[in-house]
């Protein structure tokens, strides 16, 4: 009998380990607002895609133990442990996200979400339209649990 092995990095399944996870998620922390809208537009796979949307939204509603802000606004305190208000807001960000990923995001749009964001509209220009392989029918799930 044979043993065939598979490297969970660029393997078939695309199914990342655990500890690739965490690598990368640690990684993601690492990064400024900017450099996450830069690995966005990389050719990602969906996990590593999902992850980068959910730390940009996680920084965009203060909810991110790894950033001090979300950028012009602050630490996001006022929101407190509101529930409603900031589900509607990231529901924003998200749909944005994956207009902005799919490349049907108008330039109204685009600005709303830089200033969402705190970066300028040129860096999410340079990632509009790069979903990656699945761009052109779902796009970018962002199928973030909030938590």
Do not use: C
């Not at 607002?33 to 992850?51: S, V």
């Not at 950028?71 to 409603?84: I, L, V």
């Not at 999410?124 to 962002?142: I, P």
């Amino acid at each position: 009998m044979s043993v065939n092995s598979v490297s969970g990095i660029g393997g078939a399944g695309g199914i990342p380990s655990a500890g690739e996870m965490q690598d990368y998620s640690n990684k993601l922390g690492k990064m400024d607002t900017q450099d996450l809208f830069k690995e966005l537009g990389k050719n990602l796979e969906p996990w590593q895609r999902d992850m980068v949307a959910k730390e940009l939204v996680d920084r965009a509603m203060g909810t991110n133990p790894s950033q001090g802000g979300g950028g012009p606004q602050g630490a996001g305190g006022a929101q407190g442990a509101g529930g409603a208000e900031d589900s509607g807001d990231e529901d924003e960000i998200k749909k944005l996200l994956k207009k902005l990923m799919n490349g049907s995001i108008s330039p109204e749009e685009l600005h709303k979400l830089a200033g969402m964001m705190g970066v300028k509209p040129e860096d999410l220009e340079a990632v509009k339209g790069k979903g990656g392989r699945d761009a052109g029918g779902d796009g970018t799930r962002f199928d973030i649990q909030g938590g």
